[in-house]
């Protein structure tokens, strides 16, 4: 086992963690935070998208280790004060949640957007979750409410 | 549980202290987006994971003279991202960009693209055609190799042990050369590519072409030079109709296998009319 300390949703933790164990594993079985999701686990599908000092990454293809003195965020910080984040609203709002699963990841790689350009194009949209993958909706929704958030 | 070892060097000199005192299963984790897949597959079973994801040696770019030089865990996210490729090699960017998702993007490095020795690696074809020369580094040992003799075989490649790659180098395109990519993937985001390839030509003051490089990945278990192609348009100027002649000529430099993404039929027509496309580009 080996220890790190991160910052988890603004908050600093210190977890014991396995050293082949993923950063997605950790989330789920040791801090109990299941919001992200476990799809394919290789890459493919994002369901399992957290921010990672600023950037999506999908946390099955990082080790645990490898966050030691990182920030992350995950589906869980978003909500500040017991409001939704404005992403979470918009895709409420505009409709764009089906079955749900694709969600956080959707979410989270489109706030890694949003922070860094609050002004991006539809094709920019498109591309921030084109490592996302969705079974229900057709992302035609999803993409409205990240549009409806562009400044 | 196998006992595992993730180990993060501080600094270049110390990765490259821990990977000689090492073992045979010592593996070297940049992005991690090729080497957790076969760890969590069970494929190989290392003792210690050496993280060179973050030395800052050996990431990022800068121009030296006459080339472009890339340390070896540069990611593609920041080689697409990067002013001074954009200007000098905007081929590069176009290689990277299309590889895999941002999640992937934001880790993968072009050092793991290449070790990893996959047949289909996205930027290998386009830094081949460039005539990148690698740097690689051992404790107290240093050489430099072209990228077309550093690549041996299927998922081969000259490194010895204790060595890494920690750069490459890549010239800069003159006034009278030209570069460009093409890669034919069944979806655009996520598809490991069906094909791949990757021209350079330089031209003589007539616009014939003085010289040729010509890489196609995906066609074998290596990405290949196209030897026959590459003589085919040297001398020539670059018209229409030699252009529709190298979608043929092409077909002599490699027998296309077929697998479940696509039928080796397939990938011939496709190979000749993505050929004539990228080739196209160069006209004049
Ligand atoms: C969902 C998904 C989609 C993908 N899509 C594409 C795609 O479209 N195109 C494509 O080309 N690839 C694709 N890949 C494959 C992969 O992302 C790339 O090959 C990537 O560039 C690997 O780099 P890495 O830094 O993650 O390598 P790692 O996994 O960290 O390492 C790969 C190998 O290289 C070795 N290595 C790494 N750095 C060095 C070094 N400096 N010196 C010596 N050895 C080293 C490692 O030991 C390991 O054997 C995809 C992967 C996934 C999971
Ligand atoms: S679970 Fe990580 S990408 Fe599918
Ligand atoms: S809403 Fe069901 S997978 Fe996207």
């Known amino acids: ?151 | 549980m196998n006992d595992l070892t993730y180990i993060k060097p501080q600094n270049l000199q110390e990765a490259l202290a821990e990977l000689s005192k090492k073992n045979e299963a010592t593996y070297i984790l940049a992005g991690g987006t090729d080497i957790l897949i076969s760890l969590k597959e069970g494929n190989i079973k290392p003792q210690y994971l050496l993280d060179i994801s973050e030395l800052s040696e050996i990431k990022g770019i800068k121009q030296e003279g006459e080339y472009l030089v890339f340390g070896a865990a540069t990611t593609m996210q920041s080689i697409a991202e990067s002013p001074i490729v954009k200007e000098k090699l905007p081929c590069l960017v176009s290689a990277a960009i299309q590889m895999a998702s941002p999640q992937i993007r934001v880790r993968a490095t072009i050092a793991g693209n290449l070790v990893t020795g996959s047949p289909i690696a996205d930027t290998v074809p386009m830094f081949r055609a460039l005539d990148t020369v690698l740097e690689i580094q051992g404790t107290g040992k240093k050489r430099e190799v072209k990228l077309d003799d550093f690549i041996l075989g299927y998922r081969k490649v000259d490194l010895a042990a204790g060595e890494m790659v920690t750069a490459f180098k890549v010239p800069l395109l003159k006034a009278n050369q030209k570069a460009n990519f093409i890669k034919v993937g069944r979806r655009n985001a996520l598809a490991i590519s069906v094909l791949n390839m990757a021209v350079k030509l330089t031209f003589a003051a007539d616009k014939t072409v003085e010289s040729a490089r010509v890489v196609l990945g995906g066609v074998a278990a290596t990405s290949v030079r196209a030897k026959n192609l590459e003589a085919f348009l040297t001398g020539k100027k670059m018209t229409e109709e030699v252009v529709l002649e190298a979608g043929n000529v092409v077909l002599q430099d490699a027998t296309p296998i077929g697998d479940i993404r696509a039928t080796a039929e397939g990938r011939k027509v496709l190979l000749s009319s993505r050929m004539v496309r990228l080739l196209e580009e160069f006209i004049n």
């Open chain 1, 1 to 151: 086992m080996q220890n790190i300390s991160f910052t988890l949703n603004d908050k600093l933790v210190k977890v014991s963690v396995e050293p082949q164990e993923t950063l997605l594993d950790m989330l789920r079985e040791r801090l109990d935070l299941t919001g992200t999701k476990k799809g394919c686990e290789k890459g493919d599908c994002g369901a399992c998208t957290v921010i990672l000092d600023g950037e999506a990454v999908n946390s099955c293809l990082v080790l645990a280790v490898q966050v030691d003195g990182k920030s992350v965020t995950t589906i869980e910080g978003l909500e500040k004060d017991g409001e939704l984040d404005p992403i979470q609203q918009a895709f409420i709002d505009k409709g764009a949640v089906q079955c749900g699963y694709c969600i956080p990841g959707m979410i989270l790689s489109s706030k890694a957007l949003l922070d860094k350009n609050p002004s991006p194009t539809e094709e920019e949209i498109r591309t921030s979750i084109s490592g996302n993958l969705c079974r229900c909706t057709g992302y035609v929704q999803i993409v409205d409410a990240i549009k409806s958030l562009v400044k």
